[in-house]
């Protein structure tokens, strides 16, 4: 059992510290470490103005602004700490800097928009029409700044050691501040011919302050239509003994400007101690590199499908093919630690994602029982079109993440476990890595070569962390003043990276900690385990088998989550009238009651990907889980 368990954290009134928490305790920190306290401001305002000019045709124009603003002050006290509770002098200090933090942002958004709408119905025909002009902008800035050895009683610059340094996280507002500003021109014509064919045309033509003056304005045209085939003359004994039946599809380009404010800039900042000069330490100025060649990024799009009902319409289904191929990707290429800076965003590569979508409801009732059921099944998957070097391996902690043609976006890449060496005999025959001893009970990696070395051509496409197969299913039943209804929603298939104390056992500097599902680990008597055996911290046998990036740290995060179930009772109306109400209802309801997923020690949503695939770090699994609720109430309508 590691010694975090059974060594006290406070005694006397006294922090204490050991040879395993040798630094400072939890406790510690929370009760006396220090405060964090924050204000925000939130203003929203929005006024609209309607008229009508002609018959069918009307402007109206709305402005909207939102104010926000921030202030958080943050001060460290410092915390002794005890070797043990005897002591009358402390071992150390935590928060020695005594630093404070001060914080203040704002943020002003202003949304401006001219709407001409015309609207006009001939003879079972309709024709709508609407031309907008629009402006977003915003202005941001923030100024922070950090106080080293402030006044012990009253964190402020009164002590004779206080001082600030540039660049430690001070900040001034000239350095922060952010505006952005778009503007689109945009539009919509639709076409309805008597409820049977509906064709519409969009389009925006947008300009953003995020790119320059060549590239800054881009048109983005739409396409749909619809054939309602059970509206036809041919199709009344269809509809009349079977249901309806409508086909769909559409074409368009979409645009994309996600990029922070001031990326086509070269953008300068300071660093402290970058170099000496006259025996000192001297500051010294670091560059992101812009570039003024950014441009829109366009995402081509098709969809098609179909609507279809049966059963006196009792019973509904929809089906949706589609495929997406984005040209101009704004990305970040990776560079070399010897370039001294980061590559700018470019428009590189080309990614294509397809996928289809499927929806069934239905309605139906058994005796004085209705029923309502809705099932939906999607899945997208994704890859690589093209790439300026091919591929792009970049270091996710032990893992890496890979971009590569025909590969899903950023999948896990890394080795193969082949399984755990059991004898002497297995290793001296086996490929190993380079300067790694191992023994019986260590991991053993596949040699994709076959040249009797594992290095980093033996790697593989071990995963990827994007949902397919995702479902959901509502039900919801009523039996005279009873209800029922519930949410069930999930993923079929999706890998999951997990990294640190949650899949290494004893893993420095997070208490040395081991969980239940680490405890089936390879001894002489356990062969078919499925961790390899337990190895000192810094032992080769540990970097051959938690630092080498293989699939031991990828999970199977397919999972069904029971998302919410509610169960309510009305009471019959002449209660209600009697108690002088129009309605008085009971529930009781639940949320993530419960989840099934062949991964159990964590959150199977968990992930270090956005909705982007884009990553900052790995996933520790150090989150919230989604908390379970149950809860009483009731709704009374007067």
Known sequence: MPPFYYYKMKEDGKYLINDILSEFNPLGSLEAGGTSKSRNNDFTANATAEMSLVKGLSLKGSVGVNITGNHTLTRQLTVPYYQSNNMTQPSRYDHEAREVSDNNSDKYLINTQMLLNYDLAWRGNSLKAMLGLSNESATSSENKMRLYYSNADLGTSTDNNAYITPGQGTKLSPETQMRTSISSVFGRVVFNHSNRYVGEFDFRYDGTSKFGSRHRWGFFPSLSGSWAISEEPFMRSYKKSVGTLKLRSSLGVLGNQSISANERFTRYLPYNNIYSFNNKGVVGAGFTLGSDNLKWERTRTFNIGFDASFLNNSLTVSANLFHKDTRHILMRPISATVYGTDMAITNVGRMA???????????????????????????????????????????????????????????????????????????AEAALPIGITVYPGDLRFVDRDGNGIIDGRDRFVLGNAFPRYAFGMTYTMTWKGLDMSLFINGVGKRDMMVHGELVEPFFGNYSYTMYRHQTDYWTATNPNSHYPRLAAPGSTSENNNYRMGSDIYIFNAAYARLKNITVGYTLPPKITRWLHLQRLRFYATGQNLFTLSPTTFIDPETSEFDSSMTFSSANTGCKYPPLRYWGVGFDIDF
């Not at 289809?356 to 690589?384: I, P």
């Not at 070097?389 to 899903?408: R, T």
């Open 353 to 427: 994602n397809s996928g289809w979508e499927f929806t069934l409801q239905w309605k139906g009732r058994t005796g004085q029982v209705t029923h309502e059921l809705s099932l939906n099944l999607a899945d997208t998957r994704n890859w690589l079109r093209s790439f300026p070097e091919g591929e792009e391996v970049a270091q996710l902690e032990e893992m890496w993440v890979i971009k590569k043609v025909g590969v899903p976006l950023n999948s896990y890449y890394g080795y193969r476990v082949a399984g755990i060496f059991q004898s002497e005999e297995e290793i």
